[in-house]
């Protein structure tokens, strides 16, 4: 039988009650990193709505790894306290929580979006100082180099520091119930800056050839795969591309070349995304489903598992993306804010039994 978008879908021992994830997508609504009532909602609908993994936002794996003050973090047994209600809620709704652990590098220190999203300098009250493969800030278009975070090139003791971050975060992950560990690799964060040549300037071994600039996210996703159970999943995000054409960049060559690295190192499941290196990228254009062919890509040329993203609003193309062998997940980013129930009204739309809220039955659609 033809797999479709709500059919169960297992990886290792951990099945996800449909192929529909959402996305992570920063809320900037933390408290010093801390989950609040926000983050109850966002997660807590989105479950009850029926997506099978419901993903949090990028969550800081250290304090400087946050892109904005109001980001989501787990550096501590209290930043992993305070979630841990919103993990067992999602749960109780059928959904399989998932946590993407990640750190900015040079995209942190910055306002919200909402405050206008300009760089926040280092000696500023709520600033800091960010790390990277380079020591390069990053270039916010219209901000004078003064106004920019500085950054600091990272030595061998800060990159293992930043593993031992991931590797904590991840303990306290498990700890609180999160059954889906993500590593975030893509959109110009700090692993991303290693991965791309846009970024990785270094002459060690972390840096220069494509063994070399691959090394820090297969020794997190390493580090992270020895302390996650052999029977839950880890997932890894990636930007396919830079969208730099016009320069020596990171292209989906290099991510089909990294899918299998990913996967010897640990990973059961490539989160297949796309840009963020550079503000002067270009995107080729963001309609539906605008990124599949990454991870088509991917898929094909490793036999890895992918996520897909990118402008997918309907049922009927969700669905022939898994029907058609295209994906194995797909995510759903901003559809799923606009209609955090899309899941259950695209089971009705699409003939699909899915098992209901209790508390939604007396209003199922006809």
């Known amino acids: 039988m033809t797999d479709s978008l709500f059919t ?25 990193g801390f989950a609040n009532d926000w983050h109850r909602v966002h997660l807590g609908s989105r479950a009850a709505g029926g997506a099978g993994v419901v993903m949090t936002e990028a ?59 300009d760089p926040i300098p280092a000696d500023a009250e709520d600033g800091w100082e960010t790390v990277s493969a380079t020591d390069a800030p990053y270039p916010d278009r219209g901000a004078d180099e003064d106004e920019l975070a500085a950054t600091r090139r990272l030595d061998g003791d800060g990159i293992d520091e930043v593993v031992d971050a991931f590797a904590a975060a991840a303990e306290r ?44 996210v297969r020794e997190v996703v390493e580090a992270v795969r020895e302390v996650w159970p052999d029977d839950q999943p880890v997932f890894v995000r990636i930007s396919a591309t830079d969208w730099l054409p016009d320069r020596d960049s990171w292209d ?16 059961d499941l ?68 606009r209609h955090p129930y899309w899941p259950l009204e695209a089971a009705h739309e699409l003939g699909a039994e899915v098992e209901w809220p209790v508390q939604y039955r007396r209003g199922k659609f006809d």
């Open 8 to 32: 169960p879908y297992t990886l290792r021992d951990t099945e996800f009650r449909n192929r529909v994830m959402l996305s992570p997508m920063c809320q900037y609504s933390a408290d010093d």
């Open 59 to 117: 969550t800081a794996v250290e304090p400087r790894g946050r892109i904005t003050p109001g980001c989501l973090g787990i550096w501590s047994d209290e930043h992993a306290e305070a979630i841990e209600p919103i993990v067992e809620f999602v749960k109780s709704q059928g959904a399989t929580p998932g946590i993407q652990l990640a750190h900015a590098g040079r995209k942190g220190s910055h306002r919200v979006p909402a405050e206008g999203g």
């Open 173 to 216: 992950s498990l700890e609180v119930g999160f059954e889906v560990a993500e590593v975030h690799a893509a959109h110009g964060y700090l692993l991303h800056q290693f991965l791309s040549p846009v970024t990785n300037d270094r002459d060690d071994e972390y840096g220069g050839s494509f063994e070399n600039r691959t090394r820090l």
């Open 252 to 267: 989906v060559d290099d991510s089909v070349r990294l899918a299998p690295l990913l996967a010897e190192a640990g990973a």
């Open 270 to 337: 490539i989160d297949v995304s796309g840009g963020g290196i550079h503000p002067a990228q270009q995107l080729p254009g963001t309609g539906p489903g605008y990124q599949v062919p990454y991870a088509e890509a991917i898929r094909e040329g490793t036999d890895v598992p992918v996520a897909t993203v990118g402008g997918i609003t309907e049922p009927t193309h969700a669905d022939a993306l898994i029907r058609n062998g295209r994906a194995d997940l797909v995510a759903l980013g901003r559809e799923l804010l």
